[in-house]
């Protein structure tokens, strides 16, 4: 069974930078949209970024020039460059995508999520 799998969450300082990956964990035709949402403790899951295959990309106001979503569709990976982090930048970060395994049709998956905590 395909699942995605995030890596590269942890603790940063106010300032640093982090760089998440996402990719498929079995074999897969193609990846469509690939994004990145993220929920901090007692608040809803929002999007924070996301990607069309042809590269076009969408940010929330609150990463923009901070934060960069890109992909490889060689390695149907996405990945999200996190830079001048801010704790309010502090949530689980999880990864979302639609997949076709068979090659005809899509279905939306979800990671497990990777915590990313941002200190002052």
């Known amino acids: 069974q395909v699942q995605l799998v995030e890596s590269g969450g942890g603790l940063v300082q106010a300032g640093g930078s982090l760089r998440l990956s996402c990719a498929p964990s079995?074999?897969?035709?193609?990846?469509?949209?690939m994004g990145w949402y993220r929920q901090a403790p007692g608040k809803q899951r929002v999007l924070v970024a996301a990607i069309s295959r042809g590269g076009t990309t969408n940010y929330t106001d609150s990463v923009k020039g901070r934060f960069t979503i890109s992909r490889d569709n060689a390695k149907n990976t996405v990945y999200l460059q996190m830079n001048s982090l801010k704790p309010e930048d502090t949530a689980v970060y999880y990864c979302?995508?639609?997949?076709?395994?068979?090659?005809?049709?899509?279905?939306?998956?979800w990671g497990q999520g990777t915590q990313v905590t941002v200190s002052s």
């Open positions: 979302n995508a639609e997949l076709s395994v068979s090659g005809v049709r899509y279905y939306n998956y």
């Open positions: 079995g074999s897969i035709a193609r990846a469509n949209a």
